[in-house]
């Protein structure tokens, strides 16, 4: 008996309704999107809770701001509001 190397070819499939992405079809990735993606695995209970922490620590930050730049004001001796925002 003779041995013969054949070579095999794996037949791929075409498919003709397949096309690459066009990069101007492609949806935008905006903080929206994200948000609806991780909100739609939680509970509107859950998503309101997150929601109301979130508002809570973010008022917080701008009270700290703004109690550190008094602060800071009160110890470079200014005594004017508007001095401060710096429209003098």
Same mark, same amino acid.
């Given at each position: ?21 066009? &990069?101007?079809? +492609? %949806?935008?990735?905006?903080?929206? =999107?994200?948000?609806? #993606?991780?909100?739609?695995?939680? $509970?509107?209970?859950?998503?309101? &809770?997150?929601? +109301? %922490?979130?508002?809570?620590?973010? =008022?917080?930050?701008? #009270?700290?701001?703004?109690?550190? $730049? ?19």
């Amino acid at each position: 008996m003779s041995s013969t190397a054949s070579t095999t070819s794996t037949a791929r499939p075409v498919y003709k309704d397949f096309q690459q992405p066009d &990069s101007n079809r +492609r %949806i935008p990735v905006t903080p929206a =999107v994200l948000r609806s #993606i991780f909100a739609s695995s939680r $509970s509107p209970h859950e998503e309101r &809770s997150i929601s +109301r %922490i979130a508002f809570f620590r973010f =008022v917080g930050f701008l #009270i700290s701001c703004i109690g550190i $730049s008094f602060a800071a004001a009160r110890n470079r001796g200014v005594r004017n509001t508007a001095t401060l925002l710096g429209v003098v």
